[in-house]
């Protein structure tokens, strides 16, 4: 059973960099075809953060490429993300996702979710 | 950026009647990559369809996709009560990917 399991602060402060991180269990994290973030801000529909792909290049949304990193840790089956100088915007629930089934197929496995509220 | 405009905005529907639900893309999606996801609250939306027609590993057959260019359409044949949930489809063919606003399916 594949199951990913985010985690990371749930309070960050204005201007500073939120850090989550998810971890793989039941699946090599090196034969996905690729993973990703993305969000649910308050009472907003789905925003996709970005992705990683096999031998770890990223991918970003361009509205945030120059605040977002995307990287794996095999060793750890995990990939993480941070996001820097965050403001009451970046608020929103974050998902850690997995593509498994195919090169033409999207995320067919989701995290539960981490609330991260930005504030002072 | 390609925007998906989903509608209707919300579906108040019976048990066993058929849904219907549309997805239209303001540019062609690149390959039918388009997937549909179920979204409850306080879990993990869940994938349905696959580049616009293919179920996804243990969806049951009363949901069904088809559609191709800049229409796309999810089906749900038969409503059942679990099926309560927002409905969101995604295009992942060009960059950034995105997803539509959402349907909610309300089952009376």
């Known amino acids: 059973q594949v199951l990913l399991q985010g985690s990371g602060p749930g309070l960050v402060k204005p201007s500073e960099t939120l850090s989550l991180t998810c971890t793989v269990s039941?699946?090599?994290?090196?034969?996905?075809?690729?993973w990703g973030w993305i969000r649910q801000a308050p009472g907003k529909g789905l925003e996709w953060i970005g992705s990683i792909y096999q031998r770890g290049i990223p991918h970003y949304n361009s509205a945030l490429s120059s605040r977002v990193s995307i990287s794996v840790d095999t060793s750890k089956n995990q990939f993480s993300l941070r996001l820097s100088s965050v403001t009451a915007a970046d608020t929103a629930i974050y998902y850690c996702?997995?593509?498994?089934?195919?090169?033409?197929?999207?995320?067919?496995?989701w995290g539960q979710g981490t609330l991260v509220t930005v504030s002072s | 950026e390609i925007v998906l405009t989903q509608s209707p905005g919300t579906l108040s529907l019976s048990p066993g009647e058929r849904a219907t639900l549309s997805c239209r893309a303001s540019q062609s999606v690149s390959s039918t990559y388009l997937a549909w996801y179920q979204h409850k609250p306080g879990q993990a939306p869940r994938l349905l369809i696959y580049?616009?027609?293919n179920r996804a590993a243990g969806i049951p057959d009363r949901f069904s996709g088809s559609g191709l260019g800049t229409d796309f359409t999810l089906t749900i044949s038969r409503l059942e009560p679990e099926d309560c949930a927002v409905y969101y489809c995604?295009?992942?063919?060009?960059?950034?990917?995105?997803f539509g606003q959402g349907t909610k399916v309300e089952i009376k």
């Open positions: 039941g699946y090599s994290i090196s034969d996905a075809y690729y």
């Open positions: 995604q295009q992942y063919g060009s960059s950034p990917r995105t």
């Open positions: 996702a997995g593509v498994t089934c195919g090169g033409d197929c999207s995320f067919d496995y």
């Open positions: 580049r616009a027609s």
